[in-house]
């Protein structure tokens, strides 16, 4: 869990429709969003865009319990979905998802690779590493989200292929994808050796195969 808090002031919004967003983000700097979930009613909502710009600097703020503060009254919520400008730095949009203590979360939470520069694939190996995923969805109740999940490659060979089977996952959370079968066990991050290059004791193995074959014209020459 993340000891940072996030949390947002917002204002129920009654003028609705596409006009009246672009309205809102063209002259109050504000961008429209919706809290829905948790057995009530949905609520259209707007939040000042300084604000949220500033929330999703961080990270945590993805995998985090957002606190949003409307009329004078406080609700516990996640977010589901965030639309961005294609070309500018503005958000346009954002989904929040209200959460009760009680009951499980599905969330996508980002992976951290840790120890990168001192893999054995890598630094022995002469691989590179390519990561397939940087973030998975997880299931856990609110009070055990957290806010990244490790991935250890310090001991990842060349040709070695992490899945989703092979994360070590904090207490009491649980990945989605694995739920439903050993079918989607994702891969997570391999270690491969450059295109052009080889490893090591391939090139060992070449060069011997070389010096035979060296040998062979030779005699058949004689």
């Given at each position: 869990?993340?000891?940072?808090?996030?949390?947002?002031?917002?204002?129920?919004?009654?003028?609705?429709?596409?006009?009246?967003?672009?309205?809102?983000?063209?002259?109050?700097?504000?961008?429209?969003?919706?809290?829905?979930?948790?057995?009530?009613?949905?609520?259209?909502?707007?939040?000042?865009?300084?604000?949220?710009?500033?929330?999703?600097?961080?990270?945590?703020?993805?995998?985090?319990?957002?606190?949003?503060?409307?009329?004078?009254?406080?609700?516990?919520?996640?977010i589901?979905?965030?639309?961005?400008?294609?070309?500018?730095?503005?958000?346009?949009?954002?989904?929040?998802?209200?959460?009760?203590?009680?009951?499980?979360?599905?969330?996508?939470?980002?992976?951290?690779?840790?120890n990168?520069?001192?893999?054995?694939?890598?630094?022995?190996?002469?691989?590179?590493?390519?990561?397939?995923?940087t973030?998975?969805?997880?299931?856990?109740?609110?009070?055990?989200?957290p806010?990244?999940?490790?991935?250890?490659?310090?001991?990842?060979?060349?040709?070695?292929?992490?899945?989703?089977?092979?994360?070590?996952?904090?207490?009491?959370?649980?990945?989605?994808?694995?739920?439903?079968?050993?079918?989607?066990?994702?891969?997570?991050?391999?270690?491969?050796?450059?295109?052009?290059?080889?490893t090591?004791?391939?090139?060992?193995?070449?060069?011997?195969?070389?010096?035979?074959?060296?040998?062979?014209?030779?005699?058949?020459?004689?």
């Amino acid at each position: 869990m993340s000891t940072e808090d996030f949390l947002l002031d917002c204002e129920v919004r009654t003028d609705v429709g596409k006009g009246a967003s672009r309205r809102l983000r063209r002259l109050d700097n504000n961008i429209p969003a919706v809290l829905y979930g948790g057995g009530k009613e949905t609520v259209s909502l707007t939040i000042p865009h300084k604000d949220i710009a500033k929330a999703i600097e961080s990270e945590a703020f993805f995998a985090h319990i957002i606190t949003l503060n409307i009329a004078g009254k406080s609700e516990k919520a996640v977010i589901k979905d965030l639309q961005r400008h294609p070309a500018k730095p503005f958000v346009l949009h954002a989904d929040f998802l209200r959460i009760d203590d009680k009951k499980s979360i599905q969330i996508k939470v980002p992976l951290h690779f840790i120890n990168e520069d001192r893999c054995v694939g890598v630094k022995i190996g002469g691989g590179n590493i390519q990561k397939t995923l940087t973030q998975i969805e997880v299931e856990c109740l609110p009070q055990n989200l957290p806010e990244y999940i490790e991935v250890d490659m310090l001991d990842v060979e060349v040709g070695t292929t992490l899945h989703l089977s092979d994360i070590s996952l904090p207490d009491k959370v649980t990945s989605v994808a694995l739920s439903h079968g050993e079918d989607n066990d994702y891969a997570i991050a391999s270690i491969v050796v450059p295109r052009g290059e080889k490893t090591a004791e391939g090139a060992e193995e070449g060069d011997s195969e070389g010096s035979d074959s060296g040998e062979s014209t030779e005699e058949d020459k004689g």
